[in-house]
T-cell receptor, first 115, second 119 residues
Framework: AQSVAQPEDQVNVAEGNPLTVKCTYSVSGNPYLFWYVQYPNRGLQFLLKYITGDNLVKGSYGFEAEFNKSQTSFHLKKPSALVSDSALYFC?????????????FGTGTQLKVEL | DGGITQSPKYLFRKEGQNVTLSCEQN?????MYWYRQDPGQGLRLIYY???????QKGDIAEGYSVSREKKESFPLTVTSAQKNPTAFYLCASSPSPIWDRGQGNQPQHFGDGTRLSIL
């Protein structure tokens, strides 16, 4: 079975500081990994994905994520946080090599960026 | 402007009543999904469909039903058998059938959800 852990329910950071939202995963075979963002009463918006290749993936709005196979992690990062980045962030995983075709989501991390 | 439209935005259900949530997409996507979102639990898959006239149960299908008669539409019915229906329901779609492994890495696109409450 595949699973995703987002160990922090909430992350607080000051505007202009770097931010990290953590994600670890468990999946059979190689993973496809995704980050999504959700604003209040809205659907999820795709930020970035890791499929294969370069471990550092760049996405929308200045976000990036680093895939670490040995630590089974895919942490989301941004060098300089904005107040407008405050939202709920979800990490998701599915297997790249079959064994199921469903996307599994983490429980989400609320990011709060303060002035 | 392509996207996914969910309606209504808010819905109230009476005891013993079935209600249907609408999901329409004009992205020409083959696969469509329904998720339920509860606070602190992330998204849980209810049903998904990889092609017209076909659908499979997800992790929490009990008390729900779906149909996929048209490529662009995937309505979800919350039946009276679902005893705790209060939640935020999200519909999503993706470009290709998931069995096509060359395309299975495409992200899912989401609608803006329907919030269902009990009267």
């Amino acid at each position: 079975a595949q699973s995703v852990a987002q160990p922090e329910d909430q992350v607080n950071v000051a505007e202009g500081n770097p931010l990290t939202v953590k994600c670890t995963y468990s999946v059979s075979g190689n993973p496809y990994l995704f980050w999504y963002v959700q604003y209040p009463n809205r659907g999820l918006q795709f930020l970035l994905k890791y499929i294969t290749g370069d471990n550092l993936v760049k996405g929308s709005y200045g976000f990036e994520a680093e895939f670490n196979k040995s630590q089974t992690s895919f942490h989301l990062k941004k060098p300089s946080a904005l107040v407008s980045d405050s939202a709920l962030y979800f990490c998701a995983v599915r297997s790249a090599t079959g064994g199921g075709n469903k996307l599994t989501f983490g429980t989400g991390t609320q990011l709060k960026v303060e002035l | 402007d392509g996207g996914i439209t969910q309606s209504p935005k808010y819905l109230f259900r009476k005891e013993g009543q079935n209600v249907t949530l609408s999901c329409e997409q004009n992205l020409n996507h083959d696969a469509m999904y329904w998720y339920r979102q509860d606070p602190g639990q992330g998204l849980r898959l209810i049903y998904y469909s990889q092609i017209v006239n076909d659908f499979q149960k997800g992790d929490i299908a009990e008390g729900y039903s779906v149909s996929r008669e048209k490529k662009e539409s995937f309505p979800l019915t919350v039946t009276s058998a679902q005893k705790n229906p209060t939640a935020f329901y999200l519909c999503a779609s993706s470009p290709s059938p998931i069995w096509d492994r060359g395309q299975g890495n495409q992200p899912q696109h989401f609608g803006d959800g329907t919030r269902l409450s009990i009267l």
